[in-house]
């Protein structure tokens, strides 16, 4: 089976590091051209579209906070003028403050609900509105902890689990105009990310990798594939499927 992504134009939301960044490296890898979306990591943009043209592909780096309207409407701007109409959307940026019930503060709850939810629905509404549109893979990474509901994590799972919820939704409302909408559900990994919060080498993630039957922590090396797949045609007639990539965790 010849997986090929030439002709796609891709983009990777919080794409400057962890599972986003290698997921940009796989889909460039594959033929799409890709754009690599950060907040704050300008250098590691830079990082992930250099490593990108090295190897023969197509990125550019582009500042965009994904939970807000008109910094949305520039990424979208910036990669159509860049590489053409976007066809392939990977929703990957995300937070996660873990926290017990009592300590959620409305700024944190806000915070989650804009960065993990409502950034979903707007780079959705951006992808739909492009004059033109064909056919469209839309991926949302999600996490598989929304089922297995993990405690300190109420503000992320719940985000998390809305975003399975719109995902299956979006699949019903979307495929009528050949727009597949699917969700990827990364178990606990090794990344930026959770080595900047401690997790990584700490008794909670011993714990965490006791309950993984494929015994060990994800990296971002796990999650590409799939994506790939998944964008490209061999997936055309998978729309709203919720997978767990989580070494059998759920
Ligand atoms: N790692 C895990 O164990 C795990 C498990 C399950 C699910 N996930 C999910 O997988 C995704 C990636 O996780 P990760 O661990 O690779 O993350 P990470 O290392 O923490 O990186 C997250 C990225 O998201 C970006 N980001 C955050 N808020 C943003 C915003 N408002 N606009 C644009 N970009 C934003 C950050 O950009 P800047 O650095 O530029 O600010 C950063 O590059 C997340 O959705 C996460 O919830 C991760």
Do not use: C
């Not at 990364?186 to 401690?198: I, K, L, Q």
């Amino acid at each position: 089976m010849d997986i090929t992504l030439e002709g796609r134009t891709a983009v990777v939301t919080g794409a400057a590091k962890g599972i986003g960044a290698r997921i940009a490296v796989d889909l460039a890898a594959a033929g799409a051209a890709v754009v690599v979306n950060y907040r704050t990591d300008s250098a590691g943009a830079d990082r992930v579209a250099k490593e990108i043209t090295e190897a023969g592909g197509r990125a550019i780096p582009v500042r965009a906070d994904v939970g807000r309207g008109e910094d949305v409407t520039a990424l979208f701007t910036a990669a159509r003028d860049a590489f053409g109409t976007v066809d392939v959307l990977v929703n990957n940026a995300g937070i996660s403050v873990f926290a017990p019930i009592e300590a959620i503060t409305e700024e944190e709850y806000r915070r989650h609900v804009d960065t993990n939810l409502w950034s979903t629905l707007l780079t959705t509404q951006a992808l739909i509105g492009q004059p033109g549109l064909g056919a469209a893979s839309i991926i949302n990474v999600s996490t598989a902890g929304t089922t297995f509901h993990p405690p300190y994590a109420a503000l992320y799972v719940a985000t998390k689990a809305a975003v399975n919820a719109a995902t299956l939704v979006a699949a019903t409302e979307l495929g009528p105009r050949g727009i597949r909408v699917n969700a990827l559900l990364p178990g606990y990994s090794d990344t930026e990310g959770t080595r900047a919060m401690g997790f990584v080498g700490s008794p909670m993630a011993d714990q965490a990798v006791s309950g993984v039957p494929l015994g060990r922590l994800g990296t971002p090396d796990d999650y590409g594939p799939l994506a790939v797949f998944l964008s490209s045609d061999a997936a055309r007639f998978i729309t709203g499927a919720v997978v767990h990539v989580s070494g059998g965790r759920r």
